[in-house]
């Protein structure tokens, strides 16, 4: 059997100061970054935050005002998308419904006018390589959704492009076959070795399959790392929020003698640490599974934020109890290891919550 993507070495992308508008919206707004040879990359984003009208740039199917794009060092701005050697699968999947599998991933090799041979051989290597071997004479009616996801990603590869573009390609899958397929995913972009670019705004899909994710808002990118160095070191209150949950307590510093509080604009006060390093400005950003609860005040925690609330809610999530603490006005979310037998705060409980001092972040936008 043939093999597919065994004859090129990966290639880096580049984006240099990209500005793209739709008459006075500007969609997106000097956009600059590196996709690293190999990696599986995401944008990640909210709806219309600009993540596919990049994706679309790098295609081909947009065209930039401003800045360029370059793949292995080379600008390929101004090539038409049939020059750029990317490959590229829709949210819709786009198979063509009067012909069998084996010809929707035929298609292109038939354009570019490959021998008929080859295309046979590499037809069936590509749906090998997705699991399809035994489908290739059905019509895409007669698939499941996973299935047909599956016939567009080997319509893509079998042509051997240097780039693979995804378009949210799990978004018309139901939950359980969204985890299926995404492992598939990965796996077949390690055994390929292909550069690839994975555009979602489901934050869960981009952490656990992608190398590096670049999140973006409003047609800027907001910061860009590991899934881990997002969600650990997030730049701004964007990211934080987005990455995973994330209680964002707005307020100003005070001190009452030797001790100082962050207290909130209805007057609650969060006792810091004496040992955190505290800005001057900036909100204060801590995750639901930093938070410890206790029935008594812990004092004896110098290095830990501590504050009173009472429970308001709680949600068994499996491996988690999630409990929702009024602390003023706002309500702060603390998640617990569930252990059977355990005792569970209840609805109306008072409780002292408790922050580790490194699990506290300071965020100014």
């Known amino acids: 059997m043939a093999q597919l993507g065994n004859a090129r070495r990966a290639v880096g992308i580049t984006i240099e100061g990209?500005?793209?508008?739709?008459?006075?919206?500007?969609?997106?707004?000097?956009?600059?970054?590196?996709?690293?040879?190999?990696?599986?990359?995401?944008f990640l984003g909210p709806s219309g935050c600009g993540k596919t009208t990049l994706l679309r740039l790098i295609a081909g199917f947009n065209r930039a005002d401003k800045g360029r794009v370059l793949i292995d060092g080379q600008d390929i701005s101004a090539l038409p998308p049939w020059k750029r050697d990317v490959g590229m699968v829709f949210q819709s999947y786009a198979l063509w419904p009067h012909m069998t599998v084996a010809r929707n991933v035929a298609f292109g090799l038939e354009e570019r006018r490959v021998p008929r041979k080859e295309i046979e051989t590499r037809v069936a290597a590509a749906l090998e390589m997705v699991g399809l071997e035994n489908l290739g004479h059905r019509r895409p009616s007669e698939l499941s959704g996973g299935q047909q996801q599956r016939v567009a990603l080997a319509r893509t590869?079998?042509?051997?492009?240097?780039?693979?573009?995804?378009?949210?390609?799990?978004?018309?899958?139901d939950a359980k076959l969204r985890v299926e397929v995404r492992r598939e995913?990965?796996?077949?972009?390690?055994?390929?070795?292909?550069?690839?670019?994975?555009?979602?705004?489901?934050?869960?899909?981009?952490?656990?399959?992608?190398?590096?994710?670049?999140?973006m808002d409003r047609g800027e990118i907001q910061q860009v790392g590991t899934p881990m160095e997002l969600y650990e070191a997030p730049a701004n209150l964007f990211v934080a929020g987005f990455l995973g949950t994330a209680n964002i307590v707005d307020g100003k510093l005070v001190a009452v003698g030797p001790d100082v509080s962050y207290q909130t604009a209805d007057g609650e006060r969060i006792r810091l640490p004496g040992l955190a390093k505290v800005p001057l400005k900036g909100r204060l950003v801590f995750r639901p599974?930093?938070?410890?609860?206790?029935?008594?005040?812990?004092?004896?925690?110098?290095?830990?934020?501590?504050?009173?609330g009472r429970i308001v809610h709680r949600e068994f999530l499996g491996a988690t109890m999630r409990y929702?603490?009024?602390?003023?006005?706002?309500?702060?979310?603390?998640?617990?290891?569930?252990?059977?037998?355990?005792?569970?705060?209840?609805?109306?409980?008072?409780?002292?919550a408790s922050v580790p001092a490194s699990a506290l972040l300071w965020l100014e936008t």
């Open 18 to 42: 990209v500005d793209l508008s739709y008459g006075d919206n500007r969609v997106l707004k000097n956009v600059s970054l590196e996709v690293p040879p190999g990696d599986l990359f995401a």
């Open 289 to 308: 599974q930093s938070v410890a609860l206790s029935e008594i005040d812990p004092l004896l925690e110098m290095n830990h934020a501590t504050f009173q």
């Open 324 to 352: 929702g603490i009024s602390f003023g006005a706002r309500e702060i979310l603390a998640d617990m290891p569930f252990r059977a037998g355990d005792r569970q705060h209840v609805t109306g409980d008072k409780v002292w």
């Open 185 to 215: 995913l990965r796996e077949l972009q390690q055994r390929l070795g292909i550069t690839t670019i994975f555009v979602t705004h489901d934050q869960e899909e981009a952490n656990t399959i992608c190398d590096r994710v670049a999140v």
């Open 157 to 173: 590869i079998v042509v051997e492009p240097k780039v693979l573009l995804l378009d949210e390609p799990l978004s018309n899958l």
